[in-house]
């Protein structure tokens, strides 16, 4: 949310004062998606990383359990606690990693945008001329794409097909 606001003043932060995951990643993904027609949905880690974030929702709304172990809410007519909660460590740790890697990936795509248009590269043909060439690889259903600037050639990923 914070390098959306970077590159997009209008963006409205108010959500970062409270503690909802959810609440954050929907204007962060609406912002991406809707408002700026980023290819999120194209992502083959948006469904973990959406599982992820939901649970996250679903067992802590408020954003307390997991800071401090303890919740002011109450379920079953005890006050939550984070002793209570069940994972599944294999998921956990998948769906985290996927958000992870996610997360990290669209806010350097923002980031780049942001440098490019700052130093002024999307005015320069020898830097930002965009060709997209991509190969098929035999061994896994995947297209590779490359991008071609000037004289260098950036990996930028697989995409399944």
């Not at 609406?30 to 194209?42: E, F, H, P, S, T």
């Not at 769906?95 to 669209?106: D, G, N, P, T, V």
């Not at 795509?109 to 060439?133: A, C, H, W």
């Amino acid at each position: 949310m914070h390098s959306i606001n970077t590159f997009d003043k209008t963006f409205d932060t108010a959500p970062l004062n409270s503690h909802s995951l959810e609440t954050i990643w929907l204007a962060c993904k609406d912002w991406l998606i809707i408002g700026n027609g980023y290819k999120l949905n194209d992502d083959a880690r948006l469904e973990m990383t959406n599982n992820i974030i939901t649970a996250y929702h679903e067992i802590d709304p408020s954003g307390d359990l997991f800071r401090f172990g303890i919740s002011r809410k109450v379920a079953f007519n005890k006050q939550k606690s984070s002793d209570r909660v069940g994972i599944s460590l294999d998921d956990f740790e998948n769906e985290l990693k996927s958000a992870q890697s996610l997360l990290r990936h669209w806010e350097a795509v923002v980031f780049r945008e942001r440098v490019n248009i700052e130093m002024g590269l999307e005015n320069d043909p020898y830097f930002f001329q965009k060709t997209s060439q991509e190969t098929r690889n035999p061994h896994i259903s995947a297209t590779q794409t490359l991008i071609i600037r000037g004289s260098n050639v950036f990996f930028v990923g697989w995409r399944r097909v």
